[in-house]
């Protein structure tokens, strides 16, 4: 099929349209390329006919991720609200094994379909798998990207730990859009640097929202990361769990793309590949969780919030359970998520799955008789997404996993509460 280029006249006369994936994330992402020129512009659309515009452009075997990125664009060009004579599209390639970095080809073969293929479709990689002369990811455009990221983790972390218990509907998220904003505007400089400076006034302002005390289960949400992180994927699985008075617990993206460069440091140990990036990607390596480590000395400093476990301890918390030749999909990375919550009393864990994705079945449903055999307090559902998969369903399935997790949480206060009697009556024996 012939590709359409993305061309430098492009750049200037065309919108680029790009599928929500991290609505903190992605904010910075859109403004980072906007402030380079780009006209950028996430798709935040969301109803069944989106899922129905996937079904008729891709077949439904393909992975639920790409039937409903696919459907979002197709959906969004349709809609009447663009000149698809000056639109573009742009869409991630990893170039590994997962069948994501396909995703490019369904969807030009399904513009090609709806008569849409003059439009372009640009490939974010970095695997030179695709080259755009009017798209390019500049050293400055990389770091600022990283830093992005650096503070979407921060933000959704500890947006977790207020908007669940806020006192005033809205206080938190009215919050987060604030920094977005005010972080946005110093990557026109190099004050975006100034990571340690940010964090301290951050936390202070979160930790300023008046919240209540009342406890609430603590519930972590792993699997596919479209699945994990996107809400048109996993029906707004975050909100769904506030709502049922529960507090989300959900790791920062970059641990994936750690994961990412632990996984060529992997190939060069076992295999001897990657022998002339290796160094490179150690560097690299290391100094991503450096950054990391910032944010978790903040938080650990300020007190007030709890701390994400750094990247090394999530690797290592599956050590004897999954080897880490295993990295296809997820891979490693899914099992030490769920391992590494329950290490850190977070017992209760939704693992999102599309139900096309084997790899992650493999890595998720696979390991959970182990995990359980290890670790029996675990308390681990997965929900299967696709197109036939009914909401009701699958809130069904959550409900049933925290009736369990409630009645855990009453069961172990009612023997704190023994432990307590018997200790009280123990020691009023004793001083008679």
């Given amino acids: 099929m012939n590709r359409v280029e993305f061309t430098k006249e492009m750049k200037k006369t065309h919108k680029i349209l790009v599928p929500m994936m991290l609505p903190i994330h992605f904010q910075f992402l859109q403004n980072i390329f906007r402030q380079n020129g780009y006209q950028i512009e996430l798709l935040q659309t969301k109803g069944q006919q ?3 515009e996937g079904l008729k452009n891709v077949h439904n075997d393909t992975c639920y991720p790409a039937l409903l990125v696919i459907g979002q664009m197709i959906d969004a ?3 009447g609200n663009y000149d698809t004579d000056h639109i573009a599209l742009a869409i991630t390639q990893t170039g590994g094994g997962c069948r994501a970095s396909n995703y490019i080809h369904l969807l030009r073969k399904a513009l090609k379909q709806a ?3 003059h439009v372009p479709v640009i490939s974010v990689n970095f695997s030179k798998l695709e080259k755009n002369s009017g798209f390019k990811l500049t050293g400055s455009m990389l770091l600022r990207l990283l830093y992005g990221f650096l503070y979407g983790d921060m933000l959704m972390w500890i947006k977790n730990q207020c908007k669940p218990y806020e006192r005033h509907a809205g206080a938190s998220d009215a919050l987060v859009q604030k920094w977005i904003n005010n972080i946005s505007e110093q990557f026109n400089s190099l004050s975006f640097l100034k990571l340690h400076h940010n964090y301290k006034i951050m936390l202070e302002d979160f930790a300023a929202i008046k919240r209540e005390n009342t406890p609430k289960i603590q519930v972590g949400i792993v699997g596919e990361i479209y699945m994990k992180y996107a809400p048109l994927g996993n029906n707004e699985l975050e909100d769904f769990l506030i709502k049922e008075g529960c507090e989300p617990v959900v790791s920062g993206v970059l641990d994936f793309g750690l994961y990412c460069l632990e996984n060529t440091l992997i190939d060069h140990e076992y295999y001897n590949r990657s022998r002339k990036s290796y160094r490179f990607v150690a560097m690299a390596s290391r100094y991503i ?11 650990r400093q300020q ?6 476990d750094t990247f090394q301890e999530v690797m290592e918390s599956s050590e004897g359970i999954i080897n880490r030749g295993t990295k296809m999909g997820e891979g490693w990375l899914l099992t030490s998520e769920m391992v590494a919550l329950i290490k850190s009393n977070v017992s209760n864990i939704v693992c999102c799955q599309p139900f096309g994705c084997l790899p992650n079945h493999i890595v998720a449903k696979g390991m959970t008789r182990k995990i359980k055999n290890i670790y029996p307090n675990a308390n681990i559902v997965a929900v299967d997404y696709d197109p036939s998969a009914t909401r009701v369903n699958q809130e069904n399935r959550l409900k049933l996993m925290l009736s369990n997790a409630r009645l855990t949480a009453r069961f172990a206060q009612a023997e704190e509460e023994k432990r307590a009697a018997a200790k009280q009556q123990a020691y009023a024996y004793e001083t008679r």
């Fill in 50 to 52: 989106i899922i129905d």
């Fill in 77 to 79: 060009l349709k809609s």
């Fill in 115 to 117: 008569g849409f293929g």
């Fill in 289 to 299: 969780q450096h950054l990391q480590m910032k944010a978790i000395k903040a938080i």
């Fill in 303 to 308: 007190g007030v919030f709890r701390e994400p």
